[in-house]
């Protein structure tokens, strides 16, 4: 059996991974991309850890995230459309309308 | 059921006829003048009633308290000093009541006057009536609020409205300095009953009070390092508020412009009602005086300066009416003389004092009608226009030397045949000499001969200029309905005759109100806590020129006018010219107007001290804006954080939550 | 036994739905009228059944409401709150008779406005738990400001924002003031609770002198911004300036500042680790205010900004009063509070129809009215000798009482006070001789007098001011009651 410190490893790689693509990227595609590392991250140690505690509720946890990624991906997928539609473009660097 | 039972309807009535005439008055014939002169003469004849039962039997003092709230009370008082003065307020008020029918036909609101003058009255009334000082207060304050109206009754001349508001303003004066009497008085009670007050008992009334005299006069104020018994303090301050009311010096200033109004408000105001409520309240409150003997010194001192002070100026005026206020203020010296003497001879001054005040009322009362009377023919007050006018106006004219007479005080000492004035003048003449023998204290006497000159002199100069000679200018006229000229000639009668028929009783009847009935206390007593005697009576004589003085100088005053007004000796010319200093100051009212109204209310309270506050409250106002700028500037630099771009909040919350472990793993090391 | 408090409370507030859902003028002001006649005949009816004898809360409604904080439903009226709670119900629907023919644009908000105000006004001096107290003195600041803000004058918007910030940053120190005294009795009892009474009576048990003095300034800080005092009033010249006429007579009604120093901090005060600073803090900033709020309007161009800043002036009285700690000026200072409102609610009236029907307010500009409005002429008169303090009108037993009473224990501070009763007189009179005396300004054209609406809602007031100021027991006996109590906590201390 694999140690539970794999997973976790393996998890904190993805999750630096995926925030690190956060702080760097100007696309909103990648952005949307590296929140979804992060998410799995998250995902991952659910998992691990259900199947270490042998308790399903955490297995099933994951489920219920992984079907809010995918209505959070098709929300934001839908929004950068829009805004593609409307800027011709999606960098973030162009999109600031939130400024002071 | 005793008469006395009907004292509460003295001021009712006419309080009850303002109501009506407000809101009947213009629908009934000559503004419904009827109302009011029906209410007061009821009024009069209860009055009359009530002083000639309390003559009778003077231990039958009307006293009515009802609680009114906490530990004040309303209630009425009529004593001998109260009677008088209420018979003389009615009997006054009523005449002129009746000549204003005449006198205010031609005006476009009647009712309106006559409505104010059945309040004026009514207040008047229940001043005289109070048995408590606040109650006397509150009525002071009427009377104050209905010269207001009644000075500018012809409000849409802005003169009238500008007269109106600096006699309303200048008593305030007076009356802030009374009303503070009254808080002081009150405390010093409240402390002496040590805060809880038995129910019934109303602290501020008038036996309440002269009963805790001797505890009053023990407290000590120490005002600018120098230590004032209360007693003294609050007596002072009583007497500034009669110094507002009763234009003493230098509160005068109100009075002569009082004359806007019209004419029988002059004689309102001047005889019956107002100006005598000054005197009325220190004669009232006596026995607190008589144990502040400083306070007596001061309104003697006072009395008699204001007495020439007027005088001085009454003999230079060309205006009618103007002649005629001085004198009045001339008069109202006396009668605070006349009272400030109390320090040499106790009670007794409340009797000279109030039958000058009585006399004073009918002769000047008759004055200012009379000359009402003329300028309602000749339609002008400029003395220098008139002349002759005895020829066209006999009753008028005769009615005006009777009062003369009664002012310059004509008469022959030693006996009882003389005018009302001569009585009660040389009384108080005879004894400011008697003050000055006892206290050393000789200014007051000798002012108060010169001024009796001098008014001599004053009137017959207003006589001879009015009614003798030739008209100067071409003035038509006639002579004044009846209903004007049989309320001249009453009066006249009282200002010959009530004196000498008065004389020996009225004294010894106002002086009985102090020792026997009401208040009943020692009045020796009381000045031996002031710290002197009283001067005994019977033991002094005045020398045989004392007695006569005033009849000379009234005599050399009649001379001279008639030398000068009569005969024109002297050319007038040559005195009255603009470069003569004397007359100069004389005539410009020794420049009062300039230093009170120009410079003192106008440069020094308004432009000066309210100004400053209008920059200070600026100041108030940029310190709270100061702030909202303050904030908003803030935000203005913070808001530079808001960059739009999703990395840098990213960023700072990714930052922010590292830092947030970290902290939460030393922390917990730590513990 | 019906909730009359909870009727009076909230019937306004429904009624002021109500009003909002209408569309016409006519139906906004008929229900505006039918809600205050109602709150009216119930406070009159309360009125009859109040024992003025007793000084405890009386009409009590306790309803447990978030129990693990200690919130109640508490609401009672007592001495202090009955006569305050009487002035708002007989002036508003005067008030909404004085609008009656006015047109202005959306009347329903306008007199939905009307009736919240009234609703959260009487809301505050009703509660007896200070999580009700503390929604209902929040919920003052809103009509007031939408009352400003939309029908004020030209700078309604600056007006508005000043009063709302200004007022709102004083609740929040209140608000500080208040959870400390509630976290401290807590601590202190291990129970939690937000009542007013037994908060009040536990502050004394407070160990820390520190502590309680916070406690004390942050609550007083509170209330003299409301009321508001010397130097704290800048918003009110503004806000008082340019409210429209009725937004006018809503702020004078506004007495929840002295309320609260009558209710809350005097019966503290005693247990206050420096009661003489607290009076003495208390004693200044009201003869302060009198004399400063005097000399103010007597440099005012505009009639207005006059009356508001002898508004300033007059509730320096109420400051004073409270300091002076002898039952007379307590029940005095309140009677001040009674008698303002009164007085008050006619001078700004007046101001408005003279704006209404010359165009201007400035003092100056006007000038014989009175011979073309006689009406409004005696009205004025009369409540402009009220507000100098006249005898025989309401003004003058406050003042005289205040003045009176303080005197005992605070003689210098009365003083000041004297000073200013000359400079009163000489504003009220100035303004009266310029605008309504003299010649009439032919430049202002043709002006007519007030209607009947008018004549009747200022007239009864001026009537209950005559009133008043000749028979006060109505009022000031109960509050005598009250203040007696607070008075005799005094003298238990020794202050």
């Given at each position: 059996?694999?140690?539970?410190a794999?997973?976790?490893a393996?998890a904190?790689?993805?999750?630096?991974?995926?925030?690190?693509?956060?702080?760097?990227?100007r696309?909103?595609?990648?952005i949307?991309?590296c929140?979804?590392?992060m998410l799995?991250?998250?995902?991952?140690?659910?998992?691990a850890?259900?199947s270490?505690?042998?308790?399903?509720?955490?297995?099933?946890?994951?489920?219920?995230?992984?079907?809010?990624?995918?209505?959070?991906?098709?929300?934001?997928?839908?929004?950068?459309?829009?805004?593609?539609r409307?800027?011709?473009?999606?960098?973030?660097?162009?999109?600031?309308?939130?400024?002071? | 059921?005793?008469v006395?039972?009907f004292?509460?309807?003295?001021p009712?009535?006419?309080?009850?006829?303002?109501?009506?005439?407000?809101?009947?008055?213009?629908k009934?014939?000559?503004?419904?003048?009827?109302?009011?002169?029906?209410?007061?003469?009821?009024?009069?004849?209860?009055?009359?009633?009530?002083?000639?039962?309390?003559?009778?039997?003077?231990?039958?003092?009307?006293?009515?308290?009802?609680?009114?709230?906490?530990?004040?009370?309303?209630?009425?008082?009529?004593?001998?000093?109260?009677?008088?003065?209420?018979?003389?307020?009615?009997?006054?008020?009523?005449?002129?009541?009746?000549?204003?029918?005449?006198?205010?036909?031609?005006?476009?609101?009647?009712s309106?006057?006559?409505?104010?003058?059945?309040l004026?009255?009514?207040?008047?009334?229940?001043?005289v009536?109070s048995?408590?000082?606040?109650?006397?207060?509150?009525c002071?304050?009427?009377?104050?609020?209905?010269?207001?109206?009644?000075?500018?009754f012809?409000?849409e001349?802005?003169?009238?409205a500008?007269?109106?508001k600096?006699?309303?303003?200048?008593?305030?004066?007076?009356?802030?300095?009374?009303?503070?009497?009254?808080?002081?008085?009150?405390?010093?009670l409240?402390?002496?009953?040590?805060?809880?007050?038995?129910?019934?008992?109303?602290?501020?009334?008038?036996?309440?009070i002269?009963?805790?005299?001797?505890?009053?006069a023990a407290?000590?104020?120490?005002i600018?390092?120098m230590?004032?018994?209360?007693?003294?303090?609050?007596?002072?301050?009583?007497?500034?508020?009669?110094?507002?009311?009763?234009?003493?010096?230098?509160l005068?200033v109100?009075?002569?412009?009082?004359?806007?109004?019209?004419?029988?408000?002059?004689?309102?105001i001047?005889?019956?009602?107002?100006?005598?409520?000054?005197?009325?309240?220190?004669?009232?409150?006596?026995?607190?005086?008589?144990?502040?003997?400083?306070?007596?010194?001061?309104?003697?001192?006072?009395?008699?300066?204001?007495?020439i002070?007027a005088?001085?100026?009454g003999?230079?005026?060309?205006?009618?009416k103007?002649?005629?206020a001085?004198?009045?203020?001339?008069?109202?010296?006396?009668?605070?003389?006349?009272?400030?003497?109390?320090?040499?001879?106790?009670a007794e001054?409340?009797g000279?004092?109030l039958?000058?005040?009585?006399?004073?009322a009918?002769?000047?009362?008759?004055?200012?009608?009379?000359?009402?009377s003329?300028?309602?023919?000749?339609?002008?007050?400029?003395?220098?226009?008139?002349?002759?006018?005895a020829k066209?106006?006999?009753?008028?004219?005769?009615?005006?030397?009777?009062?003369?007479?009664?002012?310059?005080?004509?008469?022959?000492?030693?006996?009882s045949?003389?005018?009302?004035?001569?009585?009660s003048?040389?009384?108080?003449i005879?004894?400011?000499?008697?003050?000055g023998?006892?206290?050393?204290?000789?200014?007051?006497?000798?002012?108060?001969?010169?001024?009796?000159?001098?008014?001599?002199?004053?009137?017959?100069?207003?006589?001879?200029?009015?009614?003798y000679?030739?008209?100067?200018?071409?003035?038509?006229?006639h002579?004044?309905?009846?209903?004007?000229?049989?309320?001249?000639?009453?009066?006249?009668?009282?200002?010959?005759?009530?004196?000498?028929?008065?004389?020996?009783?009225?004294?010894?009847?106002v002086?009985?109100?102090?020792?026997?009935?009401?208040?009943?206390?020692?009045?020796?007593?009381?000045?031996?806590?002031?710290?002197?005697?009283?001067?005994?009576?019977?033991?002094?004589?005045e020398?045989?020129?004392?007695l006569?003085?005033?009849?000379?100088?009234?005599?050399?005053?009649?001379?001279?006018?008639?030398?000068?007004y009569?005969?024109k000796i002297?050319?007038m010319?040559?005195?009255?010219?603009?470069?003569?200093?004397?007359?100069?100051?004389?005539?410009?009212?020794?420049?009062?107007?300039a230093?009170?109204?120009?410079?003192?209310?106008v440069?020094?309270?308004?432009?000066?001290?309210?100004?400053a506050g209008?920059?200070?409250?600026?100041?108030?106002?940029?310190?709270?804006?100061?702030?909202?700028?303050?904030?908003l500037?803030?935000?203005?630099?913070?808001?530079?954080?808001?960059?739009?771009a999703?990395?840098?909040?990213?960023?700072?919350?990714?930052?922010?939550?590292?830092?947030?472990?970290?902290?939460?793993?030393?922390?917990?090391?730590?513990? | 036994?019906?909730?009359i408090?909870?009727?009076?409370?909230?019937?306004?507030?429904?009624?002021?739905a109500?009003?909002?859902?209408?569309?016409?003028?006519?139906?906004?002001?008929?229900?505006?009228?039918?809600g205050?006649v109602?709150?009216l005949?119930?406070?009159?009816y309360m009125?009859f059944?109040?024992?003025?004898?007793?000084?405890?809360?009386?009409?009590?409604e306790?309803?447990p409401?978030?129990?693990?904080?200690?919130?109640?439903?508490?609401?009672?009226?007592?001495?202090?709150?009955?006569?305050?709670?009487?002035?708002?119900?007989i002036?508003?629907?005067?008030?909404?008779?004085?609008?009656?023919?006015?047109?202005?644009?959306?009347p329903?908000?306008?007199?939905?406005f009307?009736?919240a105000?009234?609703?959260?006004?009487?809301g505050?001096?009703?509660?007896?738990?200070?999580f009700?107290?503390y929604i209902?003195?929040?919920?003052?600041?809103?009509?007031?400001?939408?009352?400003?803000?939309?029908?004020?004058?030209?700078?309604?918007h600056?007006?508005?924002i000043?009063?709302?910030?200004?007022t709102?940053?004083?609740s929040?120190?209140?608000?500080?003031?208040i959870?400390?005294?509630?976290?401290?009795?807590?601590?202190?009892?291990?129970?939690p609770?937000?009542?007013?009474p037994?908060l009040?009576?536990?502050?004394?048990?407070?160990?820390?002198?520190?502590?309680?003095?916070m406690i004390?300034?942050?609550?007083l800080?509170?209330?003299?911004?409301?009321?508001?005092?010397f130097?704290f009033?800048?918003?009110?010249?503004?806000?008082?300036?340019e409210?429209?006429?009725?937004g006018?007579v809503l702020?004078?009604?506004?007495?929840i500042?002295?309320?609260?120093?009558?209710?809350i901090?005097?019966p503290?005060?005693?247990?206050?680790?420096s009661p003489?600073l607290?009076?003495?803090?208390?004693?200044?900033?009201?003869s302060?205010?009198?004399?400063?709020?005097?000399?103010?309007?007597?440099?005012?161009?505009d009639?207005?900004?006059?009356?508001?800043?002898?508004?300033?002036?007059?509730?320096?009285?109420?400051?004073?009063?409270?300091?002076?700690?002898?039952?007379?000026s307590?029940?005095g200072a309140?009677?001040?509070?009674?008698?303002?409102g009164?007085?008050m609610?006619?001078?700004?009236?007046?101001?408005?129809?003279?704006?209404?029907?010359?165009?201007t307010?400035?003092i100056?500009?006007?000038?014989?009215?009175?011979q073309?409005m006689?009406?409004?002429?005696?009205?004025?008169?009369?409540?402009?000798?009220?507000?100098?303090?006249?005898?025989?009108?309401?003004?003058f037993?406050?003042e005289v009482?205040v003045?009176?009473?303080?005197?005992?224990n605070?003689?210098?501070?009365?003083?000041?006070?004297?000073v200013a009763?000359?400079?009163?007189a000489?504003?009220?009179?100035?303004?009266l001789?310029?605008?309504m005396?003299?010649?009439?300004?032919?430049?202002?054209?043709?002006?007519?007098?007030?209607?009947?609406?008018?004549?009747?809602?200022?007239g009864?007031?001026?009537?209950?001011?005559?009133?008043?100021?000749l028979?006060?027991?109505?009022?000031?006996?109960?509050m005598?009651?009250?203040?007696?109590?607070?008075?005799s906590?005094m003298?238990?201390?020794?202050?």
């Amino acid at each position: 059996m694999i140690p539970i410190a794999f997973y976790l490893a393996l998890a904190a790689i993805l999750f630096s991974i995926g925030l690190y693509g956060l702080m760097t990227q100007r696309s909103g595609i990648r952005i949307l991309m590296c929140v979804e590392l992060m998410l799995n991250a998250a995902n991952l140690n659910l998992v691990a850890f259900s199947s270490y505690n042998h308790d399903l509720t955490g297995q099933v946890f994951a489920l219920f995230s992984i079907a809010l990624a995918a209505c959070e991906a098709a929300i934001g997928f839908a929004i950068l459309m829009a805004l593609y539609r409307m800027k011709d473009t999606i960098s973030l660097d162009h999109i600031n309308v939130l400024r002071w | 059921m005793a008469v006395g039972d009907f004292a509460f309807l003295i001021p009712v009535l006419p309080a009850l006829a303002f109501v009506l005439t407000f809101f009947l008055g213009k629908k009934l014939p000559s503004g419904g003048a009827i109302i009011p002169i029906v209410a007061i003469a009821t009024s009069f004849v209860i009055s009359l009633l009530i002083t000639l039962n309390l003559l009778a039997n003077p231990e039958e003092v009307v006293s009515q308290s009802y609680s009114w709230f906490a530990m004040l009370n309303i209630g009425i008082l009529v004593d001998p000093l109260a009677a008088v003065m209420l018979t003389m307020v009615t009997l006054v008020s009523l005449l002129i009541h009746i000549y204003s029918v005449g006198y205010m036909s031609h005006d476009k609101a009647p009712s309106r006057y006559f409505a104010e003058t059945a309040l004026f009255t009514a207040s008047m009334l229940g001043l005289v009536l109070s048995d408590n000082i606040l109650q006397l207060f509150i009525c002071w304050e009427l009377v104050g609020v209905c010269s207001y109206l009644l000075i500018g009754f012809w409000f849409e001349k802005p003169s009238a409205a500008t007269a109106a508001k600096k006699a309303f303003l200048t008593t305030r004066v007076g009356d802030v300095m009374f009303l503070a009497g009254i808080i002081i008085l009150f405390s010093d009670l409240f402390k002496i009953f040590n805060g809880t007050i038995p129910d019934g008992v109303y602290i501020l009334r008038f036996d309440e009070i002269f009963a805790h005299i001797p505890d009053i006069a023990a407290m000590n104020a120490n005002i600018f390092g120098m230590e004032v018994s209360h007693i003294t303090l609050i007596t002072l301050l009583f007497f500034g508020g009669a110094v507002g009311k009763s234009g003493q010096f230098p509160l005068h200033v109100w009075l002569p412009d009082a004359m806007e109004g019209p004419t029988t408000v002059s004689a309102l105001i001047h005889a019956a009602t107002m100006v005598t409520a000054g005197v009325y309240l220190v004669a009232r409150t006596f026995p607190m005086f008589i144990a502040a003997p400083d306070s007596l010194m001061v309104v003697a001192y006072v009395g008699a300066f204001t007495a020439i002070f007027a005088a001085t100026m009454g003999i230079v005026m060309n205006d009618l009416k103007r002649v005629l206020a001085y004198s009045t203020i001339s008069q109202l010296g006396y009668m605070m003389l006349g009272l400030g003497v109390g320090a040499a001879i106790g009670a007794e001054a409340v009797g000279i004092s109030l039958f000058h005040l009585i006399n004073h009322a009918f002769f000047k009362a008759l004055l200012f009608l009379c000359a009402g009377s003329v300028i309602h023919a000749v339609g002008t007050h400029d003395m220098r226009q008139l002349g002759g006018v005895a020829k066209v106006m006999p009753i008028t004219a005769a009615t005006m030397v009777a009062a003369s007479l009664a002012l310059a005080g004509i008469g022959i000492p030693g006996t009882s045949i003389g005018t009302s004035g001569f009585f009660s003048k040389d009384a108080i003449i005879e004894n400011a000499y008697l003050f000055g023998d006892t206290t050393g204290a000789w200014i007051p006497y000798a002012l108060s001969i010169v001024a009796a000159l001098l008014t001599s002199l004053y009137i017959f100069r207003l006589l001879f200029m009015t009614f003798y000679g030739k008209p100067r200018t071409d003035y038509g006229g006639h002579e004044s309905p009846g209903s004007m000229t049989v309320p001249l000639s009453i009066l006249a009668v009282f200002a010959l005759f009530f004196g000498g028929l008065t004389s020996k009783t009225f004294n010894t009847f106002v002086s009985e109100t102090f020792v026997n009935n009401f208040v009943n206390m020692d009045i020796h007593e009381l000045a031996s806590i002031g710290g002197y005697h009283l001067a005994s009576h019977g033991g002094h004589h005045e020398p045989l020129i004392i007695l006569w003085m005033p009849l000379i100088v009234a005599l050399a005053g009649f001379v001279i006018a008639f030398l000068i007004y009569g005969l024109k000796i002297v050319n007038m010319d040559s005195l009255v010219s603009r470069n003569n200093p004397i007359y100069k100051l004389l005539y410009n009212r020794y420049y009062q107007n300039a230093i009170f109204t120009d410079f003192f209310s106008v440069k020094v309270i308004y432009e000066g001290f309210a100004f400053a506050g209008r920059a200070i409250d600026r100041g108030f106002d940029w310190t709270v804006n100061w702030f909202s700028d303050l904030t908003l500037e803030a935000g203005e630099s913070l808001r530079q954080f808001q960059t739009g771009a999703v990395q840098n909040y990213a960023t700072a919350v990714i930052t922010g939550v590292s830092l947030l472990v970290i902290l939460i793993k030393v922390v917990m090391e730590v513990i | 036994m019906m909730p009359i408090l909870s009727m009076i409370v909230l019937i306004p507030l429904i009624f002021a739905a109500l009003a909002l859902l209408t569309k016409t003028k006519e139906q906004a002001r008929a229900i505006a009228l039918a809600g205050t006649v109602i709150v009216l005949l119930l406070t009159v009816y309360m009125y009859f059944n109040f024992d003025s004898t007793i000084a405890d809360n009386q009409f009590k409604e306790l309803v447990p409401w978030v129990e693990s904080l200690g919130i109640n439903y508490h609401l009672g009226v007592d001495g202090i709150s009955m006569p305050l709670i009487l002035l708002n119900a007989i002036v508003l629907p005067l008030l909404v008779l004085f609008t009656w023919n006015d047109d202005r644009k959306s009347p329903n908000k306008f007199y939905a406005f009307i009736l919240a105000t009234e609703g959260a006004v009487i809301g505050v001096f009703t509660a007896l738990d200070f999580f009700l107290f503390y929604i209902f003195w929040e919920l003052t600041l809103i009509p007031l400001f939408f009352m400003v803000s939309i029908w004020g004058g030209p700078n309604k918007h600056k007006a508005a924002i000043k009063f709302f910030i200004y007022t709102h940053v004083a609740s929040l120190v209140m608000l500080l003031g208040i959870f400390g005294l509630y976290f401290a009795a807590w601590d202190m009892t291990g129970t939690p609770t937000l009542d007013i009474p037994t908060l009040i009576a536990q502050f004394q048990f407070i160990e820390s002198g520190i502590a309680k003095d916070m406690i004390f300034l942050a609550l007083l800080f509170g209330f003299i911004v409301k009321i508001p005092s010397f130097p704290f009033h800048s918003w009110l010249p503004d806000a008082y300036t340019e409210a429209p006429t009725a937004g006018s007579v809503l702020f004078v009604m506004l007495k929840i500042g002295g309320y609260g120093l009558f209710k809350i901090m005097l019966p503290m005060l005693p247990f206050t680790a420096s009661p003489n600073l607290m009076i003495t803090i208390m004693a200044s900033l009201g003869s302060v205010s009198i004399l400063y709020g005097a000399f103010l309007a007597l440099s005012q161009k505009d009639l207005k900004r006059m009356v508001a800043y002898s508004s300033v002036s007059h509730m320096g009285y109420v400051t004073l009063g409270a300091a002076g700690l002898v039952s007379l000026s307590v029940s005095g200072a309140m009677f001040q509070q009674f008698s303002h409102g009164l007085i008050m609610s006619i001078m700004f009236m007046s101001c408005g129809i003279i704006k209404n029907v010359t165009g201007t307010r400035i003092i100056n500009d006007l000038g014989g009215l009175a011979q073309k409005m006689p009406k409004l002429a005696v009205i004025m008169v009369l409540t402009f000798m009220a507000s100098l303090g006249l005898p025989g009108l309401s003004g003058f037993i406050a003042e005289v009482s205040v003045l009176a009473g303080s005197f005992v224990n605070l003689p210098s501070y009365v003083m000041i006070a004297l000073v200013a009763i000359v400079i009163t007189a000489a504003y009220h009179l100035w303004a009266l001789q310029r605008a309504m005396f003299g010649v009439y300004n032919e430049k202002l054209g043709t002006v007519t007098d007030i209607n009947t609406y008018q004549t009747l809602s200022m007239g009864v007031i001026a009537i209950l001011i005559l009133y008043f100021g000749l028979n006060p027991s109505p009022v000031l006996e109960m509050m005598l009651t009250n203040s007696e109590q607070i008075v005799s906590l005094m003298a238990v201390m020794g202050v």
